[in-house]
């Protein structure tokens, strides 16, 4: 009986022993595994966006056109079109969107205040800035602003001012400056929605100075000129969006050729590349369109793996990423996988593969030897 018992026990030493080494062993390889996968495609950081979240912030503060814009880019890939909460917020927004109370508001609140997030609301408020209607309204706000010695929005009046002057040059010129009133009124329309830079902010209100003795506004045909080339290829609201992300007259020139081959994603896709599209240009024009909006979903991380490991590997890594997610129950193995390379650092994984390797050596064996 007692020799029945020392050999279970003798057994099960054995196997507590062999569990303990192929734990280790486990230890190694995985820390190895985490850290080669770490340094080499950097996996962890390329995690899609969700667009959720995001867009249900925007319709809290009721910007919906944002809401609609940021969503829609989304849709159009496979891993969301078929979201069935996302496809909700699509159907709310669009509904909020079509109602007659809301684009009544918007065009009335373009002829009033200038301004306006909606279509019907901008083309409202360019329309009383041809009719003179909104450049002497915005003089006379900020005159009695001036008055009651509030804040006088300084290129608010530099723009009503190039306005007025360019509605005489209209009047004389049979319409030939109708370029000159458009820009004005985008312009004046970006003042309103904050999407000036300081730049030009100075700009104008320097060239708003010189124009009014001689009355002339050709030096300043040249932005319109290319205020113009962004509306036609990407919108007004999206002219205005990337005109903001703009520092200098160079950068808004380079805004227009990138029009020129992403359309109406421009914004979005410099907006998700942090500015990456715009400093990487030259780069990334070698790169086929679809690469880079593929890169765009994983955010400037998709854009950091994009430029510096070439259009090949970064295919190579979306497939691998796409491969492995169905690794498991609905990918959960590699979601751990995910989460271990984000959380542990290169010196915990050094660590961990350091004292694994230093308890599988037999150390009782080597000093018994000596």
């Known amino acids: 009986m007692f020799f029945v018992f020392y050999h279970l026990y003798l057994l099960q030493y054995t196997m507590l022993k062999l569990f303990y080494k ?12 985490l850290l080669y996968q770490k340094n080499t495609y950097a996996y962890h950081t390329l995690v899609r966006i969700d667009p959720i979240p995001h867009t249900k912030t925007l319709i809290v503060q009721e910007n919906y056109v944002d809401a609609a814009e940021y969503l829609d880019y989304f849709m159009a890939f496979d891993y969301m079109k078929d979201n069935s909460e996302a496809k909700a917020l699509q159907k709310t927004i669009a509904q ?13 609140e373009g002829f009033r205040t200038g301004t306006s997030d909606e279509v019907l ?24 602003h001036y008055y009651h010695h509030e804040e006088v929005d300084e290129v608010l009046v530099a723009l009503s001012t190039v306005g007025l002057v360019a509605s005489a040059s209209t009047l004389f010129t049979l319409g030939s400056s109708a370029l000159a009133k458009s820009g004005v009124s985008i312009l004046k329309l970006a003042q309103k929605s904050k999407c000036i830079p300081t730049w030009l ?55 227009t050729k990138l029009t020129k081959r992403y359309g109406s994603k421009t914004a979005t896709l410099l907006t998700l590349s942090n500015k990456k599209l715009l400093t990487h240009a030259k780069q990334l024009s070698e790169v086929d369109v679809k690469t880079i909006t593929l890169a765009s979903t994983y955010g400037t991380s998709g854009f950091v793996h994009l430029i ?5 590997n970064f295919i190579k890594t979306t497939k691998r990423l796409k491969a492995y997610a169905k690794v498991g129950v609905k990918g959960e193995i590699w979601k751990v996988f995910l989460w271990l390379m984000k959380h542990l650092s290169d010196t915990m994984l050094i660590l961990m593969m350091s004292i694994s390797s230093l308890l599988l050596i037999p150390w009782r064996k080597l000093l018994k030897s000596t």
Request: glycine share 8%; net charge positive; proline share 2%.
């Open 22 to 33: 192929l734990l280790l062993i486990f230890i190694f390889i995985l820390s190895a595994t």
């Open 96 to 108: 909020k969107r079509n109602s007659l109370s809301y684009l009544s508001q918007k065009v009335a």
């Open 121 to 144: 609301g901008q083309a409202s408020a360019i329309g009383s800035d041809f009719l003179l209607i909104g450049d002497l309204r915005d003089l006379a706000i900020e005159g009695s």
């Open 201 to 255: 902010s100075n700009y104008l209100v320097r060239e708003a100075k010189q124009i009014r003795k001689p009355k002339n506004i050709a030096n300043i045909k040249p932005l319109f000129a290319t205020l113009d080339t962004l509306r036609k290829e990407v919108g007004l609201k999206g002219s205005l969006n990337l005109l903001s992300k703009t520092q200098n007259f160079k950068e808004l020139k380079g805004m």
């Open 308 to 312: 510096k490991g070439g259009e090949k």
